[in-house]
């Protein structure tokens, strides 16, 4: 199976900060990469396809990027809304899907 | 809007059979657009893919590797709905169990046209408890 790897694990940081995440899969992905937010207690939720296509009805300060083997998820001015756990997956090879360990999000 | 609602036990003895249900508003289990996946989450393993069935003039199934020898994925198209069986529990499979639905997202970018898969719908999510 492909590993994603997920950095950091966890993040503090303030209202209106600038957040970054980072991705890195054991092998070439291409572009087959989505990121989901999942708050506690809920399911995920998709926010990201293909490493930089914004989900339907997703505020625009969430971003994407990346190709390869590695990605970046950034939260433009972080909200106290998006506290929450952030997921990479790839679907290099479907049907066997992949997902990062998470990074945990919480306001300073 | 497309919705699914997930049913079934709690609480399940070790070396028995883990069933869950997952109930499908606003599309169709036969759809030739979606697959109708598992998905479990523990603090051990983390979010993992289980398995899924599709429709795509027949049925298909793929399982995970950890669980293919233990794992079974039905649609019924008279109620709309997947089920899981996990046969053959033990602690290990605790765990929050989500269905989620796999679909092709369509978008456009230059001159071309790209599908993306992803888990757009999930359900609400039930944890199962292995333990005597």
């Known amino acids: 199976d492909i590993q994603m790897t997920q950095s950091p694990s966890s993040l503090s940081a303030s209202v209106g900060d600038r957040v970054t995440i980072t991705c890195q899969a054991s092998?070439?992905?291409?572009?087959?990469l989505n990121w989901y937010q999942q708050k506690p207690g809920k399911a995920p939720k998709l926010l990201i396809y293909?490493?930089?296509n914004l989900e339907t009805g997703v505020p625009s300060r969430f971003s994407g990027s990346g190709s390869g083997t590695d990605f970046t998820f950034t939260i433009s001015s972080l909200q106290p809304e998006d506290i929450a756990t952030y997921y990479c997956?790839?679907?290099?090879?479907?049907?066997?899907?992949?997902f990062g360990g998470g990074t945990k999000v919480e306001i300073k | 809007q497309v919705q699914l609602q997930q049913s079934g036990p709690g609480l399940v003895k070790p070396s028995q059979t883990l069933s869950l249900t997952c109930a499908i508003s606003?599309?169709?289990?036969?759809?030739?657009?979606?697959?109708w996946n598992w998905i479990r989450q523990s603090p051990s393993r983390g979010l993992e893919w289980l398995g899924r069935?599709?429709?795509?003039?027949?049925?298909?199934?793929d399982y995970a590797v950890s669980v293919k020898s233990r794992i079974t994925i039905n649609p019924d198209t008279s109620k709309n709905q997947f089920s899981l069986q996990l046969n053959s529990v033990t602690p290990e499979d605790t765990a929050v169990y989500y269905c989620?639905?796999?679909?092709?997202?369509?978008?456009?970018?230059?001159?071309?046209?790209?599908?993306?898969?992803?888990?757009?719908?999930w359900g609400q999510g039930t944890m199962v408890t292995v333990s005597s």
């Open positions: 989620a639905r796999g679909f092709r997202l369509t978008y456009y970018y230059g001159s071309g046209s790209y599908r993306a898969y992803a888990f757009d719908i």
């Open positions: 606003g599309d169709s289990v036969s759809s030739n657009s979606a697959a």
């Open positions: 069935t599709y429709y795509r003039s027949k049925w298909y199934n």
């Open positions: 092998q070439d992905i291409s572009n087959y």
């Open positions: 293909d490493a930089s």
């Open positions: 997956q790839q679907y290099d090879n479907l049907p066997r899907v992949t």
